[in-house]
């Protein structure tokens, strides 16, 4: 089910241009339009789910293969050193869109850590 507002699910429409690195039944991935490390890229589900908060057993399934895509791409783009996957939850966390999204951040040597 998708959101008609929803810029994410646009996105995996295809009504708003994306770079898109990876793509199954489940999950769709491009790279971030603000990237914050030489490797920037978001992996969603197919399905409109708004955030971790949501994830249920009904539709956990959806996580899972988003994080197995994250793995592939991982990969496949080379980050064999690392990366950090990252998936901001709600208001307090800084989360700006509102469908469940990972970030994959790689392809530098991270300096800060908050955990
Ligand atoms: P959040 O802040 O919700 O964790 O992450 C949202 C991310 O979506 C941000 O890193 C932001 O740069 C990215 N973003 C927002 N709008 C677009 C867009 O239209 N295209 C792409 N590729 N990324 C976007
Ligand atoms: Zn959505």
Do not use: W
């Not at 509102?98 to 908050?114: P, S, Y």
Request: aromatic residues 8%; charged residues 25%; hydrophobic residues 40%.
């Amino acid at each position: 089910m998708r959101d008609q507002n929803c810029l994410f699910c646009k996105i995996i429409a295809g009504e708003i241009p994306s770079s898109k690195v990876y793509e199954d039944e489940y999950v769709y991935a491009f790279r971030d339009i603000n990237p914050q490390a030489p490797v920037h890229i978001l992996v969603v589900p197919k399905e409109h789910i708004a955030s971790v908060a949501q994830l249920e057993e009904s539709n956990s399934l959806y996580a899972a293969k988003c994080l197995e895509a994250v793995a592939k791409i991982a990969k496949a783009e080379g980050l064999e050193k690392g990366y950090r996957v990252i998936s901001n939850c709600g208001e307090d966390a800084g989360q700006t869109v509102f469908h469940l999204h990972f970030h994959i951040l790689g392809g530098v040597k991270m300096a800060e850590k908050m955990v």
